[in-house]
């Protein structure tokens, strides 16, 4: 790590995104409180624990402070928010980072272990479309040891009820320029001032060559999501949180 790295305060990134994401996700830590219990009521308390598309480490942080025997492996392409993860964690030994392309066939090769006892992932996987999450459930089965899990937590709208969607959709965003209005900072502007960071601006221009904008992929709803990971090898599947809007699916090998 370099000196400038060293004197940037990784807390004050960590805290900086988590509160842009809660911006749009006022139950973000509710989904994480049941996904942390999910994973100690299947494997216990001290898990091997995969963080799919990691980013700054919001599980992973999440994960050590509840169940302090856990370790983790997080796993992204993008290397700023690794570079926040890495920051932010250093020093702590219970965490390994490693930089993968998830579209890759070959990424699981890039892991240090062969299976875990739980995936898991948050607001992620909506930037594949869904025949590159069909061909990365199967990788997950593999990964996921007998008996282990894999927790999504991702925008599942339910096609069948367009009226609620839409005044769910209504009520979210009117609440979000309320606290926009008092000053919440909203995705555009966190990676503005990230790119203004004389540390963080080489990888945010790079992660902006990789990604673009924003997500191009696809949000199945969470019927899909079971159904696609029982016919990938998982033994049971099925919602165990959910908002109007977003839904956290279980998959028990």
């Avoid at 991702?154 to 839409?166: E, G, K, S």
Wanted: charged share 25%; proline share 6%; with cysteine.
């Amino acid at each position: 790590m370099t000196e400038a790295m060293a004197g940037t305060d990784w807390q004050a990134w960590q805290e900086s995104w988590d509160r842009q994401q809660e911006w749009y996700l006022p139950d973000r830590e509710e989904r994480f409180r049941v996904m942390v219990d999910m994973v100690e009521a299947v494997v216990g308390p001290e898990p091997r624990v995969l963080d799919l598309a990691c980013g700054t480490g919001s599980i992973t942080d999440r994960l050590l402070k509840r169940l302090p025997g856990a370790v983790s492996t997080g796993v992204d392409l993008d290397p700023a928010l690794l570079a926040i993860a890495e920051g932010y964690f250093d020093g702590e030994d219970r965490v390994t980072f490693v930089r993968a392309d998830l579209k890759d066939p070959q990424w699981t090769a890039k892991l240090p272990y062969a299976t875990y006892d739980a995936v898991l992932t948050a607001t992620a996987l909506h930037w594949l479309h869904t025949d590159d999450l069909r061909g990365l459930y199967g990788q997950l089965a593999g990964l996921v040891r007998e008996g282990g899990v894999f927790l999504n937590a991702d925008h599942m709208p339910d096609p069948a009820t367009p009226r609620l969607n839409a005044a769910d959709r209504a009520q979210r965003h009117a609440r979000m320029e309320a606290a926009k209005a008092d000053g919440a900072v909203d995705w555009k502007e966190w990676w503005q001032l990230a790119a203004a960071d004389p540390v963080l601006a080489g990888p945010t221009a790079e992660r902006f060559e990789i990604y673009g904008e924003h997500a191009e992929g696809d949000t199945p709803s969470a019927e899909w999501h079971a159904r696609t990971l029982r016919e990938a090898g998982f033994g049971e599947a099925r919602t165990v949180w959910a908002s109007p809007s977003d839904a956290m699916v279980l998959g028990l090998k």
